[in-house]
């Protein structure tokens, strides 16, 4: 049996404000978007442009008190040939940026 990558997915409570951060921190576009009817929920897909990956945002109507992310660990990595550019453009966020390139982001 073969799995193929589709997506990663990260709760949200502000949808927008973590839409404006994943665009202007990374270049992350929306290419898709999935609402419920009943407006209980919205899937926002973001991508790259030059890959298939995803990262699915999903924003909970009833969801009011901020995400505990406890003893796990979420991330995305990226590779970035200027890692000194790359640090100082992502100075003003909460972001954690490691020599290894890996850059945690909680939202």
Known sequence: MNFTFNHYNY??????????????????????RKE?????????????????????????????EAYNLGENEFHLAFVTQDFEAAHQKHKKWVVSVSKILLWVFIL
Do not use: C, H, P
Not at 11 to 32: C, H, I, T, W
């Open 11 to 32: 709760n949200v409570l502000d949808l927008q404000k973590s839409m404006q951060f994943y665009e202007n921190a990374l270049g992350l576009k929306e290419v898709r």
């Open 36 to 64: 419920a009817e009943d407006g209980s929920y919205i899937l926002v897909y973001l991508g790259d442009g030059k890959t298939d990956f995803t990262l699915e945002l999903t924003w909970l109507r009833d969801r009011k």
